[in-house]
C-alpha cells in the first residue's frame, strides 16, 4: 500500500512538458472557460509549472452541451486567435471531446461526428448518478469503429468504488483509462482519492491529466503533494501519456 506519513512532494514540480489531454479550456461551450479571457488566464495558469500543450476536450452531452465538431473548432479558432494575439506562440493546442455515453452517443458515433484525440482515440465518459445502460454496446461500436476508448476519471464514479472487479472487466474490454491528477488530493472526496491510489497500484491507469475546467481547480492542482512512490507510479503514466500522444 501507498504509505501517507512519507515525505511529500509538490507534484506540479515534476509536470513541465506534460501534454493534457483532458481538460476543459476552450471558451463558452461546456462548463470549463466561459471566455475566452479566462481560457487565456488558465493557460497563463498552467505555463507557470511547464504546461504548454493541450488537447481540449469539452463535453458532447445530449440536451446539456450538445456540441459538434463545429462548435469545437470554432471556439478552438477563437482560442488560437487570442493566443496570437497575446503572443502566445509556444502553446501548443488542439481540439478533441469528452463525449458522454448517452442514449444519443450512438447516433454521432455512427454520423463520425465524434471528436477524437489524434485520429482514433476517443474520451467516453458516463454519470456520475449511475451507469450508462448501453455502455457495454457503445463499447463494441467504438472498436467496430476503429476507436480505442478512453474512460476518463474512472477513479468518480462512486458505483464502482466497492466493484473492483468491473474495472478488471473493463480493461479485459480493451478500455484504456484516464485518471485526474487531482484525484490524488481528497478535491473529490476521500473515497474517490483512495480508489484512484488502488488502480495506480494495481498498475490499470494508462493515462493522466487535469480534468481542469476553472482557476480554483488549477490552484487546487498546484497543492497536491504525494510520496515518492507515488511519485515514481504517476511518472511512469506521464510518460506514457507524452509518447502516446506528442
Known amino acids: 500500500m501507498f504509505h501517507f506519513f512519507s515525505k511529500k512532494i509538490y507534484l506540479v514540480d515534476y509536470l513541465e512538458g506534460f501534454i493534457d489531454i483532458h481538460n476543459h479550456i476552450l471558451p463558452g461551450i461546456d462548463d470549463g472557460a466561459k ?10 495558469g498552467f505555463s507557470e509549472f511547464g504546461v504548454k500543450s493541450f488537447v481540449a476536450t469539452p463535453h458532447i ?5 450538445p456540441n459538434t465538431p463545429t462548435t469545437i473548432e470554432n471556439s478552438l479558432t477563437a482560442l488560437k486567435n487570442e493566443l496570437l494575439k ?53 463499447i463494441q461500436k467504438i472498436a467496430t469503429a476503429r ?7 474512472p477513479e468518480r464514479y462512486g458505483y464502482l ?5 468491473k474495472y478488471l472487466k473493463y480493461k479485459e474490454q480493451g478500455i484504456m483509462f484516464q485518471m485526474n491528477l487531482l484525484s490524488l488530493s481528497e478535491y ?39 510520496s515518492q512512490k507515488v511519485l515514481d507510479k504517476i511518472l511512469y503514466v506521464m510518460e506514457n501519456t ?5
Open 61 to 65: 452531452m445530449h440536451n446539456y452541451y
Open 188 to 226: 473529490y472526496g476521500k473515497e474517490v482519492q483512495k480508489t484512484a491510489f488502488k488502480l495506480l497500484e494495481n498498475n490499470l491507469i494508462d493515462f493522466i491529466a487535469t480534468d481542469v475546467h476553472n482557476i480554483r481547480q488549477l490552484n487546487s492542482l498546484k497543492d497536491i503533494k504525494v
Open 86 to 138: 497575446n503572443n502566445m506562440k509556444d502553446i501548443s493546442i488542439e481540439a478533441s471531446a469528452e463525449h458522454m455515453i448517452d442514449d444519443n452517443f450512438e447516433t454521432i458515433l455512427e454520423a463520425r461526428e465524434v471528436m477524437s484525440i489524434r485520429k482514433n482515440y476517443l474520451l467516453i465518459e458516463m454519470s456520475y448518478l449511475q451507469p450508462s445502460i448501453n455502455f457495454d454496446i457503445a
Open 161 to 165: 468504488h466497492n466493484d473492483f472487479e
Open 35 to 44: 471566455t475566452v479571457e479566462e481560457s487565456i488566464a488558465l493557460i497563463k
Open 242 to 246: 507524452i509518447q502516446s500522444f506528442y
Open 147 to 153: 476507436y480505442f476508448p478512453i474512460f476518463a476519471h
